[in-house]
């Protein structure tokens, strides 16, 4: 006899069962429109590109409801790889917005169907002043279409929907191809990792783009000493800089020891404060380029078992880096 319990069980590996096919379903459809999408690009896509890289402006980005939302994602990983690029409502543009518009401006509108009636100002205000049109849309018959200097197709695809209705290889197939110019624009820009550094200089990008010339103490607060210094000095110049370590330079500059208040507890005797740093120093110790990202430097005190290291050019130390550095500023 199946109890309550077993019905319950039941019921609900049928409703697990029936959700992995939905969701593989919705996979399976707005891949096929991507691949769709993907044999209609051609020219019309270096023709865009070449609009957008030409703007002497910014790329102004607009669409209405679920493509407004996608128009917004596409202007804001634009802008923050390179491409000055913004959202403006399509609405608010027809009371006052399109001021926000230069002629200098590249339009990129976005409308599934291409019949957004709240596009009509920003179509017509392209026209007028000769502003280059980038249309995004399933139809090039449609008013948005006609309105293009160039085209880009979305897919005549079936949305995951199961209605038809919401909006969703469509979707997908606009964030896609918003994918697809910006990162095209990041190429033809030659956008580099310390451009990318300094616009995003919070969160976890910021942190994980941080160099070791970022992060590292240099000039008066950097603890460095003549290789012929006692022990006693180097002591007082570990203490004073507080940073657990002395690095010591021949008569060139160059850094060829380092002193840690470890290697200071393992030579601890009596007469310590006889000898000479270079007695006890560790000879040729490791060391990094001030412009190698942050994260090598904590993988190399992980590695090499130490807290601090110096960071040289031609040999002669620039600054040095404690692992708390990092970890304070969010590299791990």
């Known amino acids: 006899m199946m109890t309550a ?10 409703l697990s069962n029936s959700d992995l096919v939905s969701a593989k379903r919705t996979i399976d459809t707005e891949i096929n429109a991507l691949r769709v999408m993907e044999g209609e690009l051609g020219q019309n896509l270096t023709d865009a590109l070449n609009f957008m890289q030409a703007a002497k402006g910014r790329i102004i980005l607009t669409g209405m409801g679920k493509s407004g939302h996608i128009a ?19 609405a608010e543009a027809s009371h006052g917005d399109l001021g926000m518009i230069t002629t200098d401006d590249v339009i990129i509108a976005i409308s599934n169907s291409g019949e957004s009636k709240e596009l009509v100002d920003i179509l017509n205000y392209s026209k007028r002043f000769g502003i280059k049109l980038i249309a995004i849309t399933k139809n090039p018959e449609s008013s948005l279409g006609k309105a293009g200097d160039v085209i880009l197709k979305l897919p005549k695809s079936a949305e995951a929907c199961p209605l038809g209705l919401a909006p969703t290889s469509s979707t997908t197939a606009t964030l896609v191809l918003g994918d697809i110019l910006t990162v095209a624009m990041i190429e033809r820009n030659g956008f580099s990792k310390e451009q990318f550094n300094q616009r995003h200089p919070g969160g976890k990008l910021g942190s994980v783009l941080q160099r070791v010339s970022d992060l590292m103490h240099k000039n008066e607060e950097m603890p460095i000493l003549p290789v012929t210094a006692g022990m006693q000095e180097s002591l007082l110049e570990m203490t004073s800089k507080r940073l657990g370590c002395v690095g010591f330079i021949d008569e060139n500059g160059l850094l060829v020891g380092m002193l ?35 994260s090598e430097a904590v993988k190399l005190m992980h590695e090499k078992k130490i807290t601090n290291i110096f960071a040289v050019e031609n040999g002669k130390p620039v600054g040095v880096i404690h692992i708390h550095d990092c970890l304070n500023s969010g590299v791990v």
Do not use: Q
């Open 260 to 294: 840690t208040d470890g290697d200071l507890r393992r030579c601890l005797t009596g007469d310590i404060l006889s000898r000479k740093a270079a007695d006890v120093m560790t000879k040729n110790p490791k060391v990094i380029s001030p412009d190698a990202m942050a």
């Open 5 to 14: 319990t077993n019905s319950l069980s039941g019921d609900i590996n049928k």
């Open 72 to 90: 917004k994602k596409i202007a804001a990983s634009l802008a923050s790889t390179g491409t000055p690029s913004f959202f403006v409502h399509p």
